[in-house]
Nanobody
Framework: QVQLVESGGGLVQAGGSLRLSCTAS????????MGWFRQAPGKEREFVGA????????NYAESVKGRFTISRDNAKNTVYLQMDSLKPEDTAVYYC????????????????WGQGTQVTVSS
């Protein structure tokens, strides 16, 4: 069982930046793809981005392309989500996810989930 703990959320003004972190209880080199999702109030959870274990493949939602960057440090069991040029519509609870099965980087099915961290962008 992989446990994921997110951190780094908070309140930021529009145009600002935040970096979220997600630390896994297992070595991330044993975890394959890791991803980020978000859920705004009254909306369904949506995919934000993902990164492969080797870091050679990434995938992003159209709404965040060019503004958000995913990276991972397998030595630290941690995946990051750098969020720049934040907009009020980015306000949501952000969830980290991981899987140990081989799937295409575009596949949004994940086995393990964190508890989420709140990101609020003020206008």
């Amino acid at each position: 069982q992989v446990q994921l703990v997110e951190s780094g959320g908070g309140l930021v003004q529009a145009g600002g930046s935040l970096r979220l972190s997600c630390t896994a209880s297992e070595r991330t080199s044993r975890v394959l793809a890791m991803g980020w999702f978000r859920q705004a109030p009254g909306k369904e959870r949506e995919f934000v981005g993902a990164i492969s274990r080797s870091r050679s493949s990434t995938n992003y939602a159209e709404s965040v392309k060019g503004r958000f960057t995913i990276s991972r440090d397998n030595a630290k069991n941690t995946v990051y989500l750098q969020m720049d040029s934040l907009k009020p519509e980015d306000t949501a609870v952000y969830y980290c996810a991981a899987r140990s099965t081989i799937q295409a980087i575009t596949d949004t099915r994940y086995d393990y989930w964190g508890q989420g961290t709140q990101v609020t962008v003020s206008s």
